[in-house]
């Protein structure tokens, strides 16, 4: 009987892991992987930038999945076939060593995305993998037992089975080669994104950071607490990400014009803070209050902080007015910021929404809709918040699907 073939479309990290497995692990299998642009791996090569944050330092599978906005049940059950032990595992075998940041990010140890690229590539080339390029699956049918694949430059492929691992489409028109066979998506919107303040004077204090600050959207139930950074057009940072991430929904039907508000200090309600400040007038009486704050917070944006409470810097803490404290408690603890437009975070972004996950087996991640077609990766109504999530998912759902495919 001739060789089953299998056609991989997407060459990015869930196309790989998928071709380079089921290759692996039965070597009597023909794999093809069509990409449709002149790059292999190019988000790999541009991800965590450029060093490609792999995977995250998490080893238990619950908390692991908590970091999924969508799709976390579904990735928690795939997590139990391939984890982010294997997948240390997987790259520490094949000779790239992986080594863990303070955050929990995880990086190859040469710092060098390329270094995940030349492993997946040297796998590739050692089981055969047939790498079709600047060619693009454009519909796919099914006769009998086999599928029948038109690609852009008009030729045909005839795989016994398909792996679709072509990422993220913004637009929901673009899944139509998709759900022409009779899957159906959750409409995409991004996520991972940055908050636009145009026009806020709090931008000229850009490259400003705190350490946790609580960021809450106005009228939501979207609260995340943790670095907070002040850029040219607004708000970033792990705190805001996190908001755009679980909010990625609500936040585009509000068409990114929201009010959020953030405590820079958020071991503290403003009622705490007020009664702090009753110890703090006493404490500092004679003192200036833009010669030092008494909270750590970085100096500018202290000052900038009693700038916009009405509050001269020169003035004593005891000279303090009513008005002003409660102004200065206010913007401590709840300063309110409109935003007004979003930026794509140049380090990692995801496009939430894709193929619905009850149409599709967490076990194999074969369709149930149609026998004997796969999916992999960012194509699923599956992603993550920032630090490695996202590609740990594409190695997951890629490895899951590669073993699948070998085994029939
Ligand atoms: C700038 C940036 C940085 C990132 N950094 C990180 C990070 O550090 N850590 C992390 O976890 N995540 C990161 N992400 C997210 C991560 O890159 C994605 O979640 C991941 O690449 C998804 O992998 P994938 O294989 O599913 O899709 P992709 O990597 O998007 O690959 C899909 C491939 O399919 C091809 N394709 C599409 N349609 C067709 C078709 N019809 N025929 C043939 N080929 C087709 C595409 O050209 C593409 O090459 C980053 C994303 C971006 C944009």
Redesign the pocket.
């Known amino acids: 009987m001739a060789d089953k073939k299998l056609v991989v ?9 998928c071709a380079v497995n089921a290759a692996r692990l039965n070597p009597e299998l023909d794999v093809i992987l ?4 002149n ?6 090569k ?4 450029g ?6 330092a998490c080893f238990d599978i619950a908390e692991m999945s908590k970091k999924y906005p969508r799709g976390g049940n579904f990735i928690n059950k795939a997590f139990h076939r391939f984890f982010t032990t294997d997948t240390v595992q997987w790259f520490e075998e094949r000779g790239t060593r992986l080594k863990t940041e303070a955050d929990g ?1 995880m990086f190859p140890v040469t710092d060098s995305s390329q270094t995940i690229i030349d492993c997946l590539l040297k796998e590739a080339g050692r089981y055969g993998i047939g790498i079709i390029m600047n ?4 519909s796919i049918r099914q006769n009998d037992e086999k599928f029948q694949l038109e690609l ?1 430059d008009a030729t045909h492929l005839g795989p016994d089975f398909i792996c679709i ?5 913004p637009k929901a028109s673009q899944f139509g ?1 998709i759900t022409e066979l009779g899957h159906s998506i959750e409409e995409p919107v991004p996520s ?1 994104f940055t908050f636009n303040m145009p026009g806020h004077p709090i931008r000229e204090l850009m490259g400003v950071s705190v350490e946790n600050a609580r960021v809450k959207i106005l009228g939501t139930k979207l609260e995340q607490e943790g670095p907070l950074l002040i850029t040219h057009w607004g708000l970033s940072g792990p705190a805001v990400l996190r908001s755009s991430a679980w909010g990625a929904r609500e936040l585009a039907q509000k068409n990114y014009d929201f009010t959020i508000l953030v405590n820079w200090l958020p071991a503290y309600t403003e009622q705490q803070m007020a009664e702090k400040f009753k110890s703090l007038r006493f404490e500092m009486a004679a003192q200036k209050l833009g010669q030092k704050n008494p909270f750590g917070l970085p100096q500018r944006l202290w000052e900038f902080l009693l700038s916009s409470s009405g509050v001269d810097i020169e003035k004593r803490w005891a000279a303090l007015t009513g008005k002003e404290q409660n102004k200065l408690v206010k913007n401590l603890c709840n300063a309110e910021f409109p935003v007004k437009g979003k930026t ?7 496009t939430a929404g894709g193929i619905k996950l009850s149409e599709v087996d967490h076990n194999t991640m074969m369709s149930k809709k149609v026998p004997n077609l796969f999916f ?4 699923l109504d599956v ?2 918040v ?9 190695w997951t ?2 490895f899951i699907a590669g073993e699948s495919i070998a085994a029939l």
């Open positions: 479309i997407g060459g990015g990290a869930a196309g790989f892991f069509v990409e449709k642009t790059k292999l791996l190019s988000k790999v541009v991800s965590g930038g060093r490609c944050n792999v995977t995250h990010r060619t693009a699956v454009i852009s691992a072509s990422g993220g489409y080669w991972l794509t975070f140049k380090e990692e972004f995801v992999a990766g960012e194509i992603d993550g920032t630090g490695g999530f996202n590609f740990q998912h594409a759902s890629g």
